[in-house]
């Protein structure tokens, strides 16, 4: 069955620091990966996405992930976090196309900056 | 571009009565949209998949009489909680399949407080 697992649950990392938020999946084929993030009492906006090709993709806000298959992972990563930065982070794998197309998303990561 | 809006953004209402939630998209023609529901703290649970012109397919355990969804155009959907109960209280929020089919765009959120 399709899975996303986001190990970690809260993360604080100082301003400036790099960071890397960590998201393993279980799929049957060549996933669709995505990372939203959501700020508190907002819908989520989508930061970056997966296909296919190039395995490290950039998104919006200087955020990066990389996509391993040997790993089942597609970790998120930013060089320097900014405090605008702390929000919750969701991982997602999909759409499934069997089941409506709906996406499989992870528990979230909270991401908390001290300045 | 791919921009979801919904409405209202809140919504406080007394328990036995019904409240209706609309989910536009934009600028993009949306076969397929979803309905989350989120608890404080935690991930998105997706209550239903909504396809234009046919009836929805609920999760399992999700109430179809109680959660009425009506997706009558390519850029509207309707959430309709009927007979409202407190234990319904929580943020509702929509999506809608892009047009490259893949990743999902979200909208704002609704709170819905029952009293």
């Known amino acids: 069955a399709q899975s996303v697992t986001q190990p970690d649950i809260h993360i604080t990392v100082s301003e400036g620091a790099s960071l890397e938020l960590r998201c393993n999946y279980s799929y049957g084929a060549t996933p669709y990966l995505f990372w939203y993030v959501q700020s508190p009492g907002q819908g989520l906006q989508l930061l970056l996405k997966?296909?296919?090709?190039?395995?490290l993709v950039q998104g919006i806000k200087g955020f990066e992930a990389e996509f391993k298959r040997s790993q089942s992972s597609f970790n998120l990563r930013k060089p320097s976090v900014h405090w605008s930065d702390a929000a919750e982070y969701f991982c997602a794998v999909g759409p499934i196309y069997n089941q409506g197309g709906k996406l499989i998303f992870g528990q979230g990561t909270e991401l908390s900056v001290k300045p | 571009g791919a921009v979801v809006s919904q409405h209202p953004s809140w919504v406080i209402c007394k328990s036995g009565t019904s409240v209706k939630i609309e989910c536009r998209s934009l600028?993009?023609?949306?076969?397929?949209m979803f309905w989350y529901r989120q608890f404080p703290k935690q991930s998105l649970m997706l209550m239903a998949t909504s396809n234009e012109g046919s009836k929805a397919t609920y999760e399992q355990g999700v109430e179809k009489d109680k959660f009425l969804i009506n997706h009558a155009s390519l850029t509207l959907s309707t959430l309709t909680v009927t007979s409202a109960h407190p234990e319904d209280s929580s943020f509702y929020i929509c999506s809608a399949r892009g047009p490259g089919g893949g990743e999902q765009y979200f909208g704002p959120g609704t709170r819905l407080t029952v009293t």
């Open positions: 600028d993009f023609q949306a076969t397929t």
């Open positions: 997966y296909f296919s090709g190039d395995t």
